[in-house]
């Protein structure tokens, strides 16, 4: 499937993405553009035929160090400059194909890039639920010692990663 990753635009109709998660849904379709005003950066995932089939969406963040896993937190300074990756999702016809996965690197490679320029030690991440949790866990992210749903990785693992110069 040919698959292009663009930033939100105002031609994009979003009105019929439906992950099978309505708070990722009705967030891409109702405030996705206005937080777009506010300083977070949305990317649309688009078919051939222009529909939308994914997204996800970053902003600059901070994690307290007290918050962080102790490896991370050791040397950090109070307040550890990172990337959040807000959002991320696919529309549910496209699970199960291994996608998802590739929707994640992709977010990764923008939030490196955009670490080189801004500066930044780590991506954070909300997972939305359980299942959301257990796939960052599964590439790598690690949960906040007392908040499984957070869950961080730190940016020059992701750079190695994805064979990336880090910084």
């Given amino acids: 499937m040919n698959l292009r990753v663009v930033a939100l635009g105002e031609a994009h109709d979003l009105a019929g993405f439906a992950s099978g998660n309505l708070e990722l849904d009705g967030w891409l379709q109702h405030h996705a553009r206005q ?7 949305t990317y649309v995932v688009i078919d051939p035929d222009g529909v939308v089939v994914g997204y996800f969406s ?6 307290d160090r007290g ?4 490896k991370l937190a050791r040397g950090a300074p109070r307040q550890i ?3 959040l990756l807000a959002k991320l999702a696919l529309a549910e016809p496209l699970h199960s194909r291994g996608l998802g996965a590739e929707l994640l690197v992709c977010a990764l490679a923008t939030i490196v890039d955009a670490a080189r320029a801004a500066g930044g030690k780590v991506v954070i991440v909300d997972a939305v ?3 959301a949790a257990d ?6 992210f690690e949960p906040l ?8 990785l730190k940016l020059s693992t ?8 880090w910084p």
Avoid at 158 to 165: E, F, H, N, P
Wanted: cysteine-free; proline content about 9%; aromatic content about 4%.
């Fill in 35 to 41: 937080a777009t005003g506010q300083g977070t950066r």
């Fill in 58 to 63: 970053i902003v600059p963040h901070v994690l």
């Fill in 67 to 70: 918050d962080a896993p102790k």
């Fill in 81 to 83: 400059p990172g990337i």
């Fill in 129 to 131: 639920d359980t299942t």
């Fill in 135 to 140: 796939f960052y866990r599964h590439h790598d």
């Fill in 145 to 152: 010692p007392n908040r499984a749903d957070r869950l961080v």
């Fill in 158 to 165: 992701v750079a190695k990663a994805l064979g990336a110069d």
